[in-house]
């Protein structure tokens, strides 16, 4: 698979809050020369309002709604880089749009995760005990981002420069 062959994005990167899939993007989308497009920004700029006021305002079933059909859009027509929100990969269909693209796990641990939210703010799925609830997340999740998941690149302790490189080593590997 090319990874600048004009059939949908060069890389689409998964996984939780924390691991740096918005800065990793737009830094492996410059070493690509293509635009990073975010599904998280698409809901916001769609709705006119944070994904947080989505959420209490409008329900989660409504915020999926939305992101649903942002990554099927992003995955139609965005040729560059493209990072989708931490719950997107939830969706079955999602999922199987997923087929056939080249998929990036950046994966991170409890501690990392934790550090990198901070106190959670603006992050809905955050209320209450944080770190059990990222916990739990990581937990639920890690499962599913791997398996829709091309390579997978930990990104614990590393700087957002560093992960883009080891993920485009990690995909030129998978393209040889």
Known sequence: ?????????????????GSGKSTVGALLATSYGVRARDTDTDVEALEG???SDIFVESGEEHFRALER??????????DGVLSLGGGAVLDAATRDLL???????????????????GLGAGRPLL??????QVKKLLDERAPIYASVATVTVDTDETAPEDVAVRVRAALEAVDE
């Open 1 to 17: 698979m090319s990874p600048v062959s004009g059939a949908g994005p060069v890389a689409v990167l998964v996984g939780p809050m």
């Open 69 to 78: 059909s942002a990554v099927a859009t992003a995955l139609a027509e965005h």
């Open 127 to 132: 209320f209450g005990n944080m770190r059990a």
């Open 99 to 117: 087929v056939g693209h080249r998929v990036v796990f950046l994966s991170v641990g409890l501690s990392e995760a934790v550090k990198r939210v």
């Open 49 to 51: 309002r944070s994904i």
